[in-house]
């Protein structure tokens, strides 16, 4: 009969354990517009992105007058000149192309300076999430920011704001 109670009372305590998990959510979105450094970091990627775009739309104009005076002058040229000219706009073409790729392509130079830049305002925003999560014993915080995740919220259970205020940023 002891056994029983026991077992009875475990069950109980255990199902009581997994009823009372505690969820959060943040928007990561409204964290990271509340802080400066993630601003000012913003702001300098979007400068560096602008002035190599504008250099990589130089040389695709460069590219196209070349192109317009080839087009120009191709009846007036010998095959050998005109073979040449297409190599010289094809290769100039293939250099501006790398050197687009080498700016803004999946390992390019704005990716790895946004990671310079971005990648440890994140990580400080990960563990003070991590840290308040331990503190107060939440299950799982969810991110709102992406939009889709969640159908309906509670602001009450919003945690960003705690999560500016343990990085140090006044809301």
């Given at each position: 009969?002891?056994?029983?109670?026991?077992?009875?009372?475990?069950?109980?305590?255990?199902?009581?354990?997994?009823?009372?998990?505690?969820?959060?959510?943040?928007?990561?979105?409204?964290?990271?517009?509340?802080?400066?450094?993630?601003?000012?970091?913003?702001?300098?990627?979007?400068?560096?992105?602008?002035?190599?775009?504008?250099?990589?739309?130089?040389?695709?104009?460069?590219?196209?007058?070349m192109y317009k005076d080839y087009q120009a002058e191709r009846v007036l040229l010998a095959e050998d000149m005109r073979r040449q000219r297409e190599e010289a706009i094809?290769?100039?073409?293939?250099?501006?192309?790398?050197?687009?790729?080498?700016?803004?392509?999946?390992?390019?130079?704005?990716?790895?300076k946004r990671q310079e830049l971005i990648q440890p305002i994140q990580d400080d925003i990960y563990k003070a999430i991590k840290d308040i999560a331990t503190e107060n014993g939440y299950a799982a915080i969810f991110d709102t920011s992406s939009g889709a995740s969640l159908i309906y919220t509670n602001p009450r259970y919003d945690i960003s704001d705690e999560v500016l205020q343990k990085l140090g940023y006044k809301n």
């Open positions: 009969m002891k056994r029983i109670i026991l077992l009875i009372t475990g069950l109980v305590f255990s199902l009581g354990l997994s009823i009372a998990q505690k969820y959060a959510f943040v928007d990561t979105d409204y964290i990271l517009n509340n802080i400066p450094n993630y601003k000012a970091a913003q702001e300098q990627l979007d400068k560096v992105s602008e002035e190599w775009q504008k250099e990589v739309e130089v040389k695709y104009a460069e590219i196209e007058k094809v290769n100039r073409e293939k250099e501006v192309k790398e050197l687009q790729k080498n700016y803004f392509g999946q390992e390019g130079a704005l990716f790895k």
